[in-house]
């Protein structure tokens, strides 16, 4: 139990194209998801936490615009990296947790990544 | 705010050796605390965790005991393997739902 799932688990795109990932929570319903983007050995930077059904928080430094998250269901938030530039090329991190008592009360569960190349 | 403090890298150490990977943190309240390992290209795997003071996570010979007094969590091996290399996280989650990670240390194993 507890799987996060990321798709893709990498995608290269041309520099002014748009991509979405996907995050979905298989097994639980995932009342908030958090989204980091992770650059080559450092730490996981949190972007933005979303709740299902309201506007995503972004934090400081995070462009809202650029970065466009979207949690429809409980079990899924996307992320769309807008007009994509190189320096936008990084490993692209969630993560779900829910209230509930399953799977695990107010724990983190994390996707695979998805590390994204803009050329 | 809350932050997380590791014991920085890189650890080398020799196949069996033991291992201590220092953490410790500052939070408001009563956090949990968790320890993850990334392996090369794949995302973060919880590795062991802890909701209250003293508790012992443990998983893989991996243990960290949650210490409120010295607000430390650090991470132990008894005999590290080749497979065990990785780099660690420590991290600390409060009721708030926020996640705080430490910088990362990353571990080699040599045969």
């Known amino acids: 139990g507890a799987v996060v799932s990321q798709h893709p688990s990498w995608v290269i795109c041309k520099s002014g194209t748009s991509v979405k990932i996907e995050c979905r929570s298989l097994d639980f319903q995932a009342t908030t998801m958090f989204w980091y983007r992770q650059f080559p050995k450092q730490s996981l930077m949190l972007m933005a936490t979303s709740n299902e059904g309201s506007k995503a928080t972004y934090e400081q430094g995070v462009e809202k615009d650029k970065f466009l998250i979207n949690h429809a269901s409980l079990t899924l938030s996307t992320l769309t990296v807008t007009s994509a530039h190189p320096e936008d090329s990084s490993f692209y991190i969630c993560s779900a947790r829910t209230i509930d008592q399953y799977p695990s009360y107010n724990e983190q569960f994390f996707g695979p990544g998805t590390r994204l190349t803009v050329l | 705010g809350d932050s997380v403090t590791q014991m920085e890298g890189p650890v080398t150490l020799s196949e069996e050796a033991f291992l201590t990977i220092n953490c410790t943190y500052t939070?408001?309240?009563?956090?949990?605390l968790f320890w993850y390992v990334q392996y090369p290209g794949e995302g973060l795997q919880l590795l062991l965790k802890a909701t209250k003071a003293d508790d012992k996570g443990s998983n893989k010979g991996f243990e960290a005991t949650y210490r409120k007094e010295t607000t430390s969590f650090h991470l132990e091996k008894g005999s590290v393997q080749v497979s065990d290399s990785a780099v660690y996280f420590c991290a600390l989650n409060t009721n708030a739902g926020k996640s705080t990670f430490g910088d990362g240390t990353t571990l080699t194993v040599k045969p």
């Open positions: 939070a408001t309240g009563y956090p949990s």
